[in-house]
Structure formats: C-alpha cells, structure tokens
C-alpha cells in the first residue's frame, strides 16, 4: 500500500496568514493523482484539490495545490476563520485509495 | 446537484453483519464513475473501503477483502456495503462518495467529489 505521511499534524495560523501544508507518500504515485479534501466536524469531507493542482468546481483561488512524485503541498493563502478544518490528502491511482492522517488548520 | 444518502442500521452486534446502502440521486449511476465506500472511526481519520462500478466490477482493501461484499442495483440507482464478522474496530462513520471520471480525448480521474453526509454504525451487544 501506498503510506501517505501529512505534516503538520497542526498549523496554528492568524487569519490572512498563509499556510503550507505537506503530503509525502511512500513511493511515486502515478500521474499526480493526489487529491485534498477539507473536512470541518461532523460533515463529510469536501474535495478541493484534484491530480494534485487541479481545484474543484466551486473551491475558492485561495486554495492551490502543487507537487509531483512523493512530495505535494497544499497552500492556503489569505487564512479565513472558515478555513478552520482537517484537511487530508489521499492518493487514488494505486489500489487501495490511501488518505493521510490529516493535518488540523486552527485559526487563532 | 448530486446527492448520496446513507441507510441502514445504526447499531450491529459483534459477530453479526453490517449492511448499508447508498441511493444516488441526480446523477446516473451508469456511467464512467465508480461508486465508494469511506469509513471514519470515531477521531481518526479515512479508511478507504471499496468501490464498484455499474458492471459490478468491484475494488476493495485487501484489509477488508475478506468480510466485504459492495453490490449495486442499477434499477434502483443505489448501491449496498455488506461486511461480515463485525467487531468493536468496525464502528464508524460509514460514507458513500462517488470517484468521478471525466472521459474526454483524454480521461482524467477527479477523486471523490461527492459524499453522502455519512452513517453512524456502532457495533455493540
């Protein structure tokens, strides 16, 4: 299987800060086919990010992903009060489709 | 808007079978999308199940392989999660999400993009 690592496990932010955060799997996942989803309590998660760079209908510019073989980044620039969430990255070329464990964004 | 809606029992016993369907609306379930299966134990983060597509081709964890059977009715626009020989490790919100395929000059993967708001299944006696 495909282990998908998240750092930070927390991003303690202000808003308008930007914040950076690290999606490193375990071997090359093929074509880029990351995506990030944004998840806030008790609702299912929200796709933002697909093939690593690609955002989803409706998902705000602020929200841009980057990255290619083991290394990608999801950036959130301009940090809103909403942004407060966990965001996953997941990986869904290889079988069985990974998530990470997830990094909480807080907004102080 | 695509909607998914989660049925079915909200508390199993141990040993005994989960099952629960997923009824797509708004999207046909023929298609080139395949239709999932996430879990999300209580605080912890996604376990991705399974998935099928309408021919009934299915994909599973291999840590789940042999207690899971994903099924679909194409009649009904819904499809079933069936797992056996249930235990505490299994209680969890269950989602049904579906994996969108864009089929094009060049077909291209989406991810899930559409998730049902998920089911609480406690399994307890």
């Known amino acids: 299987d495909i282990v998908l690592t998240q750092s930070p496990g927390t991003l303690s932010l202000s808003p308008g800060e930007r914040g950076t955060l690290s999606c490193r799997a375990s071997?090359?996942?093929?074509?880029?086919?990351i995506a990030w989803y944004q998840q806030k309590g008790g609702q299912p998660p929200r796709l933002l990010i697909y093939?690593?760079?690609s955002r989803a209908t409706g998902i705000s510019d602020r929200f841009s992903g980057s990255g290619s073989g083991t290394d990608f980044t999801l950036t959130i620039s301009r940090l809103e009060p909403e942004d407060s969430a966990v965001y996953f990255c997941?990986?869904?070329?290889?079988?069985?489709?990974?998530f990470g464990p997830g990094t909480k964004v807080d907004l102080k | 808007q695509v909607q998914l809606q989660e049925s079915g029992p909200g508390l199993v016993k141990p040993s005994e079978t989960l099952s629960l369907n997923c009824l797509v609306s708004?999207?046909?379930?023929?298609?080139?999308?395949?239709w999932t299966w996430v879990r999300q134990s209580p605080g912890k983060g996604l376990e991705w199940i399974g998935e099928?597509?309408?021919?009934?081709?299915?994909n599973y964890n291999p840590s789940l392989n042999s207690r899971l059977t994903i099924s679909v009715d194409k009649s009904k626009s819904h499809f079933s999660l069936r797992l056996t020989s249930v235990s505490a490790a299994d209680t969890a919100v269950y989602y049904c999400?579906?994996?969108?395929?864009?089929?094009?000059?060049?077909?291209?993967?989406?991810?899930?993009?559409?998730w049902g708001q998920g089911a609480l299944v406690t399994v307890s006696s």
């Open positions: 071997q090359s996942v093929t074509s880029n086919y």
């Open positions: 099928i597509y309408h021919t009934g081709t299915t």
């Open positions: 093939a690593a760079s």
């Open positions: 708004n999207a046909s379930i023929i298609g080139p999308d395949w």
């Open positions: 999400a579906r994996r969108r395929i864009r089929v094009g000059h060049a077909t291209l993967l989406l991810g899930l993009d559409y």
């Open positions: 997941q990986q869904y070329h290889t079988s069985p489709f990974t």
